[in-house]
């Protein structure tokens, strides 16, 4: 039974990133998975990705580059104001400048840097290194 798609997509990267692989099927498709992986390849984590419509959902082919360390979501999704984006970056990436927080925001899905460039808060989906 699916109960968070993002989270098994994000599981999905990872474990192809983990065993080497150059591509991987992550079902079914959804907005907020597309627009998350979208902020990915615009940070340069994936190479790119396709949306294939198969009648159950949709499933979206990730080529991956090899660069991810470790990905997942964020749970609870905690509502954080522009001033709070450190103390989230120090809890959940391992350096400063070093990874990406995936945030939604009046503005869209962001990256935490385009957030704090734009001067708005949101709630943190995800975070990649």
């Known amino acids: 039974m699916l109960l968070d798609p993002l989270n098994d997509a994000m599981a999905t990267i990872r474990n192809a990133e983990v065993a080497g692989k150059a591509e991987c099927f992550v079902r ?3 907005k907020l998975i597309g627009r998350v992986l979208k902020v990915m390849q615009d940070a340069g984590y994936i190479e790119s990705f396709d949306l294939v419509e198969d009648g159950r959902g949709g499933i979206y082919t990730v080529h991956l580059r090899g660069s991810i360390n470790d990905c997942g979501v964020i749970k609870p999704r905690f509502s954080v104001r522009r ?15 070093f990874g990406v927080l995936i945030l939604t925001t009046t503005e869209g899905v962001i990256s935490q840097a385009k957030a704090k460039e734009l001067g708005v808060g949101g709630k943190l989906l995800a975070y990649v290194y």
């Open 28 to 30: 079914p498709a959804s």
């Open 83 to 97: 001033a709070e984006l450190e103390k989230y970056e120090a809890r959940y990436l391992p350096a400063q400048d």
